[in-house]
């Protein structure tokens, strides 16, 4: 389908990425997404850091326009918590019903900090990232939410979307006393000196930011549009700490660059710790297919069944380490070429054409910098 109305600036096109320019400017005329922000560098020299189309009706895209990252946001919650074990305040093999009252119910007295960084905790239960409820009622949620009969925690592995997600966030809560998105902006953004990511608002912070943000657009069906769960106030009240960081896509960019050159945010025992192979040859029981993880991210996993459809595309090295965002986002680093990539595309248009579209965004980088 065409995206009616949007208006594509060519002159954006960037000589150093011509094949990956060209991919974002063609889901654009086909109507894949009204808009993109792109973010690359190399040795934290930024190669790109451009934005394309339009955030939203009549309004072009930015560098500095609030996109909605999905669960690309998920490791800057890995990150909280490693720093919070950097300071003796927690470890990886602490019970998670250590922390939150309750949570032993239902058969989960066994599921630990490691299983949830590894998605091999077993409570995936029927909550997902943008259920209803207050913060402490989607916390009462997680506790009710029963142990996946036939599941040995550390033994099974399948992603969870959003429970252990909200789990971890309880865990930072209860042991630091911030809330979970002035923690992200003050121990994370902050630290990097540059804008933060938002987690949560208030009527008046939303409405005072809402004409910089990039709503994510519905794009698989007939028409486009922007009435998704995520666009919402009501959505956005509370932290998810697996799906509803907002900011520019170069912020999250620089978390990554961070990771791989510089202590900040970790110590490099911590930073090795999270980005090496900690989940190895298990098979994932919600994506239906083996992949490997460090803690919080996806480790490229092309060996098990070439380049699938949850990685970083077929240039990438095998040590490359980061998350995707639901048909929208992805974000990764590349310890071998010292490459960071972050990108995000304003519109969702089903699985299939999603994947295909990051395959391409991806190939398209390393084929244009010479490191394919």
């Known amino acids: 389908m065409k995206c009616s109305g949007c208006v594509i600036d060519y002159n954006h096109a960037v000589s150093e990425l011509p094949r990956t320019i060209g991919v974002i400017n063609r889901g654009i005329e086909q109507g894949q997404h009204p808009g993109a922000q792109l973010y690359v560098s190399i040795n934290g020299s930024i190669v790109v850091n451009e934005a394309f189309g339009l955030a939203r009706d009549n309004v072009p895209m930015t560098t500095d326009h609030q996109t909605l990252w999905m669960s690309a946001g998920k490791p800057l919650t890995a990150i909280l918590i490693l720093q919070q074990i950097e300071r003796g305040r927690l470890t990886l093999e602490d019970r998670i019903a250590d922390h939150i009252p309750g949570f032993e119910a239902n058969g989960k007295q066994a599921i630990t900090i490691r299983h949830c960084l590894l998605h091999t905790a077993g409570f995936r239960g029927p ?16 506790i009710a939410l029963r142990q996946e009969p036939g599941w040995i925690p550390g033994e099974k592995a399948g992603y969870h979307l959003g ?100 202590d900040r945010l970790l110590q490099k025992p911590s930073r090795d710790s999270m980005r090496l192979r900690q989940r190895e040859n298990m098979f994932d029981n919600t994506l239906k297919q083996k992949l490997d993880w460090g803690f919080g991210v996806m480790i490229d996993s092309k060996q098990y069944a070439g380049e699938h459809q949850y990685g970083y595309g077929q240039h990438a090295s095998e040590e490359t380490f980061g998350h995707s965002g639901n048909q929208s986002s992805s974000a990764f680093a590349d310890p071998k070429h010292q490459l960071v990539v972050a990108w995000t595309c304003n519109g969702m248009p089903g699985e299939t054409a999603h994947h295909e579209r990051a395959r391409a965004i991806n190939a398209g980088i390393y084929e244009d910098l010479g490191l394919a």
């Open 127 to 142: 909550l997902n990232n943008f259920s209803l409820g207050s913060w402490n009622e989607i916390i009462a949620k997680v």
């Open 163 to 262: 429970s252990s997600w909200f789990a971890l966030g309880e865990i930072l809560r209860q042991i630091d006393g911030r809330n979970f998105d002035e923690m992200i902006q003050q121990d994370i953004f902050n630290q990097l000196n540059i804008e933060p990511a938002r987690f949560a608002f208030d009527e008046d912070a939303w409405m005072k930011l809402e004409s910089n943000f990039a709503p994510m657009h519905e794009t698989s069906g007939d028409k486009i549009h922007t009435d998704w769960p995520g666009n919402k106030l009501e959505m956005n009240r509370i932290a998810r700490p697996g799906a509803n960081a907002r900011g520019p896509i170069s912020s999250l960019a620089r978390v990554y660059e961070s990771l791989l050159l510089d």
